[in-house]
């Protein structure tokens, strides 16, 4: 299981990367240039000025990494095959298994639609969440 973790991580870094790069550029420089005439210290104008405004590019990133969490069947069918013994076996495989290999067609499609109805779940439970802690200019 770590090297799934590892493996996960690191295909998705560069993704994160890229992005916050691109939300930091947005960021306007005449706010940083107030809080320094102000006496705002490096750690104060991050907390008050850069967290803000990245905070709905957290909020996207937060919301695609629980969905893509919930689709790394390739990953663990490529590395582990759901193994050793059954320790790596996450929903989306547990699907493919009773789908495709024991051909239970019914289970797995009512697997499927708990898995959906889970991350629907999650991302409304980060959508109300995200009306009081993400800043919007």
Same mark, same amino acid.
């Given at each position: 299981m770590p090297a799934l973790i590892i493996m996960a991580i690191w295909g998705g870094i560069g993704y994160s990367a890229v992005i916050y790069l691109a939300a930091l550029q947005d960021v306007p420089q005449d706010l940083y240039e107030a809080a320094e005439l102000d006496g705002a210290g490096a750690w104060t104008a991050f907390r008050r000025i850069t967290l803000p405004? /990245?905070?709905?590019?957290?909020?996207? /990133?937060l919301v695609t990494g629980f969905i893509s969490a919930s689709q790394t069947f390739g990953m663990i069918n490529l590395m582990t095959q759901g193994g050793p013994g059954r320790s790596t076996t996450v929903l989306s495989y547990y699907v493919y298994l009773?789908?495709?290999q024991f051909y239970k067609f019914g289970y797995a499609a009512a697997m499927a639609w708990v898995m959906f109805v889970g991350v629907l779940a999650l991302t409304l439970i980060l959508w109300i969440v995200q009306r009081r802690a993400v800043y919007y200019e």
């Open positions: 405004f /990245l905070s709905p590019t957290s909020f996207f /990133l009773n789908g495709f």
